[in-house]
């Protein structure tokens, strides 16, 4: 029986000027100026399919018009197999690096056997009985930066396995960063589980009492601190995204600080995380206007998401604004969801940037497209 033959149909005409103003590719466009950067993941040899798709991402929504390598951490040799996986990925320069064993292992002044009980003793909180996270956590708040893969480099940015990049990126953020003198930037703030790090703020006091010359003038303790330095409030930038001056951290204060903390054995006998280490320190050792929250990226680290919600930002995305952590306080209907987006106003509040009116109130999807319909007139 033959097949009917297809019809004709010509596909209805789009009426452009009632139409969403529909997202385009990156068009290819050649950088003029570029900084001294490379994004860097730590990953394992088993994440190679992770690694793939946030590489995948980085590529189509900015890397592919700027070029900037890619280094790979490991504290196992990578494999032939994840090099060839990862290759095809990027015209981009790749380096491979081993991590040193002096990075990734116990130094002299731990107790192993006391490393070992505080692990046994620590359930029901998240890594809580990991070894491996441990040392992952001490070596993203020490090392890497210093591996000789990294050490040509002034600026990275910290991709990992898994992560979504929902927003095409017309600009460089590297530059951006070099051109505003910004050391460090971020694109979500949480609270930290306080189990995970008991005696860190005591340990940071000792510091800042030992090496007061290393505190910024204009710092941001306030941000971390809402009783003036007595204690934390576990606020944090998440770490998992960071872009960073390397510089900085290979700098005489922010090494003081990391070796004052490791030699203090939290990151064994507790479970100190990588991220409120950065945080602190760069709350502490930065004037303010050094640390920089890149709202235009949007990004999804499980469970969490940053997406803008203004709609000339929004057009350039995939994510869903209405899940934003930092800034929809109802967008989810929970208490660490309204504390994340409390945290994240303070964040404004201390810089004395005034918190955009649309964020003062309640996520309203109605109010959303009735903004997107503005700026569908004005693109029209
Ligand atoms: N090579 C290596 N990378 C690790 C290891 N543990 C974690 N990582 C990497 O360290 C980063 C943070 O680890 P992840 O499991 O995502 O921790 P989470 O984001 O806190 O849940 C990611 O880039 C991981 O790929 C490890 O044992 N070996
Ligand atoms: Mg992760």
Redesign the pocket.
């Known amino acids: 029986m033959n097949a009917a033959p297809l019809k004709n149909e010509t596909a209805p005409k789009r009426d452009r000027k009632s139409t969403f103003p529909i997202q385009k590719p990156l068009p290819p466009k050649p950088p003029t100026r570029r900084a001294n950067a490379a994004f860097v993941?730590?990953?394992?040899n088993s994440?190679s399919q992770?690694a793939r798709s946030t590489i995948r991402q980085i590529e189509d929504r900015f890397n592919r018009n700027f070029q900037y390598p890619y280094v790979f951490?490991?504290?196992?040799p990578f494999t032939e197999e994840f090099k060839e996986l990862i290759r095809p990925m990027s015209k981009a320069n790749m380096t491979y690096g081993l991590?040193p064993t002096e990075h990734w292992s116990y130094p002299k002044w731990i107790s192993t056997t006391k490393a070992k009980e505080a692990r046994e003793a620590m359930v029901g909180v998240?890594?809580g009985r990991s070894e491996?996270?441990r040392?992952?956590c001490r070596y993203?708040s020490g090392f890497f930066f210093q591996h000789e893969a990294m050490l040509p480099f002034d600026y990275y940015w910290r991709?990992?396995?898994?992560v979504e990049y929902s927003c095409d990126l017309d600009f460089d953020p590297f530059l951006y960063m070099q051109d505003n003198n910004k050391k460090y930037a971020f694109t979500m703030s949480l609270p930290e589980y306080m189990e995970t790090i008991p005696s860190l703020w005591n340990v940071t006091r000792n510091f800042m009492d030992m090496y007061p010359h290393f505190l910024a003038k204009n710092n941001a303790l306030d941000f971390i601190s809402d009783d003036g330095g007595k204690s934390y409030n576990t606020c944090h930038f998440w770490s998992?995204f960071e872009i960073a001056d390397a510089r900085w951290m290979r700098d005489e204060a922010y090494q003081q600080y990391f070796s004052h903390l490791d030699q203090a054995g939290g990151f064994f006998y507790e479970r100190w995380?990588d991220a409120p280490v950065h945080s602190i320190a760069a709350a502490l050792l930065l004037p303010i206007d050094q640390i920089h929250f890149f709202k235009e990226i949007g990004y999804f680290?499980a469970p969490f998401h940053n997406c803008p919600a203004e709609p000339e930002l929004q057009v350039k995305c995939h994510c869903d604004p209405n899940r934003n952590i930092n800034m929809s306080p109802s967008a989810e209907d929970n208490q660490q969801a309204r504390d994340q987006a409390v945290i994240h106003r303070l964040y404004y509040d201390i810089i004395h940037i005034p918190f955009q009116d649309k964020y003062e109130e309640t996520w309203d999807e109605a109010l959303f497209w009735v903004a997107i319909d503005d700026f569908k007139t004005k693109a029209a």
């Open positions: 993941m730590l990953v394992r994440d992770g951490l490991n504290d196992v991590v998240a890594y491996s996270y040392h992952m993203q991709i990992e396995p898994d998992n995380g680290h």
